[in-house]
């Protein structure tokens, strides 16, 4: 059974900094990209940023772009997003989410399994 | 980036009702288009993919057509278990981007 499983959450200062992870089970980590996904209080779903099977290739959304850096490691079988200058608007639940392919800016990309969200508050 | 506009906002139904929910795109993206459904405190689980493609374990009360930059979900009969937030998602180009969602809602 597919199980992805986020930490690191919590409630930090503006400016601050935070680093997400999420644990993959059940499935050859090394075989797909993955992507955070996050989502503020009472939103919509925002694509933050996603990172292919061998770390070569990586984006990120301009609204978090020179802020966050996403990583991986296959050996640990983990994803993890480091969260640097947070702001406000950088509060929301962060999902991490499997991409059925390798690549995670192939056309045709689609998000097959979610994790059930760690929650990042930004506040004073 | 690709805008990606939803509607209604939210619907209200009675089980056993069809329902369509509409996404349009902001320039075509062929068939590069998903769909996802949200229940209150869960995560979003695929339910479409590439416009019309069933994800495996979905009702097939659920599909999905369209082409270019019109795309529409629809529930033939729905059941009570489907009441959720419905989120379109064009996989054209990088960025990723969501409609704003369509709730649906029991009448």
């Known amino acids: 059974e597919v199980q992805l499983v986020e930490s690191g959450g919590g409630l930090v200062q503006p400016g601050r900094s935070l680093r997400l992870s999420c644990a993959a089970s059940g499935f050859t980590f090394d075989d797909y990209a993955m992507q955070w996904v996050r989502q503020a209080p009472g939103k919509g779903l925002e694509w933050v940023s996603g990172i292919s099977w061998n770390s070569g290739s990586i984006g990120y959304a301009d609204s978090v772009k020179g802020r966050f850096t996403i990583s991986r490691d296959n050996a640990k079988n983990s994803l993890y997003l480091q969260m640097d200058s947070l702001k406000a608007e950088d509060t929301a639940l962060y999902y991490c989410?499997?991409?059925?392919?390798?690549?995670?800016?192939?056309?045709?990309?689609?998000?097959?399994?979610w994790g059930q969200g760690t929650l990042v508050t930004v506040s004073s | 980036d690709i805008q990606m506009t939803q509607s209604p906002s939210s619907l209200s139904a009675s089980v056993g009702d069809r329902v369509t929910i509409t996404c349009r795109a902001s320039q075509s993206i062929s068939t590069y288009l998903n769909w996802y459904q949200q229940k209150p405190g869960k995560a979003p689980k695929l339910l479409i993919y590439a416009a019309s493609s069933l994800q495996s374990g979905v009702p097939s009360r659920f599909s999905g057509s369209g082409s270019g930059t019109d795309f529409t979900l629809t529930i033939s009969s729905l059941q009570p278990e489907d009441f959720a937030t419905f989120y379109c998602?064009?996989?054209?180009?990088?960025?990723?981007?969501f409609g704003q969602g369509t709730k649906v809602e029991i009448k």
């Open positions: 998602q064009q996989s054209y180009t990088s960025p990723w981007t």
């Open positions: 989410a499997r991409d059925f392919g390798d690549y995670y800016d192939t056309r045709g990309e689609y998000f097959d399994y």
